[in-house]
């Protein structure tokens, strides 16, 4: 079965850069969610989009933005990075945004901000 | 959002059964429960789901009492490679992860 896909699956930046992950949910799926898990830490919630529109805000700092596009792949833009940005980033997907709506987490994309 | 509480720690051999109890004591009447299991530097693994009673899938059985302030996820005879962290999540949308539960399954 097709799965989360993300891109690049690893990216290295200076700081003070800019940087942009992508996310394509699994086919259907209107919803999309973005995580960060820094070195030993627990993935933390940034954000989530539902039919193209944001849905809702977790721990996003404002250097980043995030949109989904028509075809339901979302992008998650940083720009000004910090040291602290160096994480894996997930993307999820879900059919709709209700309680029983599983996720599915994608691989995740690893940033290294030198 | 429920708060979830979890062993930070569980140690077991290749074989047994094992079970992870996670307390949600303020769970939400439309949250559902849902467990994830996490190797290192890979995506969130979906395990199983459930709202009340017992679920069970080809990987895991999951328990809920009448009350749902709890559940337990059950995880028939491991083996090493069922050694990770496990997330233990309530709530529809955007999941607070809590510490999870470190497995190591011992040979």
């Known amino acids: 079965a097709a799965g989360v896909i993300q891109s690049p699956r690893h990216l290295i930046k200076e700081k003070r850069e800019t940087a942009t992950l992508k996310c394509y949910p699994i086919?259907?799926?209107?919803?999309v969610y973005w995580y960060q898990q820094g070195p030993g830490q627990d993935p933390q919630f940034l954000i989530s989009f539902y039919e193209k529109m944001q849905s809702d805000k977790g721990s996003i700092p404002d250097r980043f933005s995030a949109q989904q596009f028509s075809d339901y792949h979302s992008e998650l833009n940083m720009s000004s990075l910090e040291l602290g940005d160096s994480a894996l980033y997930f993307c999820a997907s879900s059919l709709g945004r209700g309680g029983g709506d599983t996720q599915y987490f994608g691989p995740g994309t690893r940033l290294t901000v030198l | 959002l429920a708060k979830t509480t979890q062993p930070i720690s569980m140690d077991s051999y290749e074989g047994q059964e094992v079970n992870i109890t996670c307390s949600h004591n303020?769970?939400?009447?439309?949250?559902?429960i849902t467990w994830y299991q996490q190797f290192p530097s890979q995506g969130p693994r979906f395990i199983i789901q459930g709202y009340k009673t017992k679920v069970t899938n080809e990987v895991a059985s999951l328990f809920i009492p009448a009350d749902r302030k709890s559940s337990t996820l059950s995880l028939p005879r491991v083996s090493l490679s069922d050694t990770a962290v496990y997330y233990c999540?309530?709530?529809?949308?955007?999941?607070?992860f809590g510490p999870g539960t470190r497995l190591s399954v011992l040979p």
């Open positions: 086919p259907r799926h209107d919803t």
């Open positions: 303020n769970i939400a009447t439309n949250d559902y």
């Open positions: 999540l309530v709530g529809g949308q955007n999941f607070v």
